[in-house]
Each structure stands twice: as C-alpha cells, then as structure tokens.
C-alpha cells in the first residue's frame, strides 16, 4: 500500500570538469615604521570619586543582582527536580501495571 518509489539516479551526459583556478601574485607592500605615539600622563585620566550615597547605591545595587540570580537559580534547580521526582513516579506506576498485568496472564 505505502511502497516508497526510489529515483532513478540519470545518467550524466557528459563529462564535467570544475572551472580551472587561475593563480595570482602576491605584492607586498613596503611597510612603514608606526608614528611614535606620544604616552598618556596619569593627570589626563578622569578621576572617579564616590560619595558615601554612591557607595550605598552601588552596594545595594549589587545586593539586588546577586538575589535575584540567586531566586532565579534556585527555580530552576527546583524545576529540574520536580520534573525529576514526576518522572520516577510516572516510571512507578508504568512498572507497576506492566508487572500486574505479566501476573495475570
């Protein structure tokens, strides 16, 4: 009823051969020494500075990240072991009907 049917693979006309590759030179081009580049002074870099709200803020910040990774972490540690324990009990139940029903034949 349901019979694949498998192509005929057709015959090639005529040979194929791949476009032949022409190779090409290589110029190099004379390098040239880098400009000297003059060095940063430490006086050029701006400075940070933090006031005690700042820290705070920074601080509590942080505090806020590491909690709710932390929350989502331990949901998803929750959700992999009740999918794990709802497996072993559906696996139970199936062993436990497969092994009634071999008892009864």
Same mark, same amino acid.
């Given at each position: 009823?349901? $019979?694949?049917?498998?192509?005929?693979?057709?015959?090639? %006309?005529?040979?194929?051969?791949?476009?032949?590759?022409?190779? %090409?030179?290589?110029?190099?081009?004379? @390098?040239?020494?880098?400009?000297?580049?003059?060095?940063? @002074?430490?006086?050029? /870099?701006?400075?940070?500075?933090?006031?005690?709200? +700042?820290?705070?803020?920074?601080?509590?910040?942080? %505090? +806020?990240?590491?909690?709710?990774?932390?929350?989502?972490?331990?949901?998803?540690?929750? +959700? !992999?072991?009740? @999918?794990?324990?709802?497996?072993?009990?559906?696996?139970? !139940?199936? /062993?436990?009907?497969?092994? @009634?029903?071999?008892? $009864? $034949?």
């Amino acid at each position: 009823m349901l $019979r694949p049917k498998i192509p005929a693979m057709p015959q090639p %006309t005529e040979l194929i051969t791949p476009p032949a590759v022409e190779p %090409t030179a290589v110029i190099q081009q004379p @390098t040239t020494a880098p400009a000297p580049v003059a060095p940063v @002074t430490a006086s050029a /870099r701006p400075t940070i500075q933090l006031t005690p709200g +700042a820290v705070v803020a920074l601080v509590g910040g942080g %505090t +806020a990240v590491v909690l709710v990774v932390g929350a989502v972490l331990v949901s998803m540690l929750l +959700a !992999v072991a009740i @999918t794990g324990a709802s497996v072993a009990i559906c696996a139970l !139940v199936i /062993r436990s009907l497969i092994n @009634t029903e071999a008892k $009864r $034949r």
